[in-house]
């Protein structure tokens, strides 16, 4: 079975930090490529940020430039996104996905995660 499960959300101060986890199983995580993207009520889903599964190179949205940071452990399956210097229009529900095109800003990836809830209070 698939599975992409989130992890790491929760309620944070502005200028506060959170890392997320996106952990993998049922499919050979070395070979895709692992975004984060978020949903905010009312708003659509948006791309975040974005990890190569053959360089690790990053890719981010200029919203999060400079503040989120995306690393990949391989051994553990698992991709993780550093969050620093939350803003309360941060606030959103974070997904991980698996897919095979790098970078892609395009929610059309081939595996997806439940989501973990992200609150920042000003």
């Known amino acids: 079975e698939v599975r992409l499960v989130e992890s790491g959300g929760g309620l944070v101060q502005a200028g506060g930090s959170l890392r997320l986890s996106c952990t993998a199983s049922g499919f050979a995580f070395d070979e895709y490529n692992i975004g984060w993207f978020r949903q905010a009520p009312g708003k659509e889903r948006e791309g975040v940020s974005c990890i190569s599964s053959v360089d690790d190179k990053a890719n981010y949205a200029e919203s999060v430039k400079g503040r989120f940071t995306i690393s990949s452990d391989n051994a553990k399956n698992t991709v993780y996104l550093q969050l620093n210097s939350l803003k309360a229009e941060d606030t959103a529900v974070y997904y991980c996905?698996?897919?095979?095109?790098?970078?892609?800003?395009?929610?059309?990836?081939?595996?997806w995660g439940q989501g973990t809830q992200v609150t920042v209070s000003s």
């Open positions: 996905a698996a897919g095979r095109s790098f970078p892609n800003w395009r929610p059309d990836y081939d595996y």
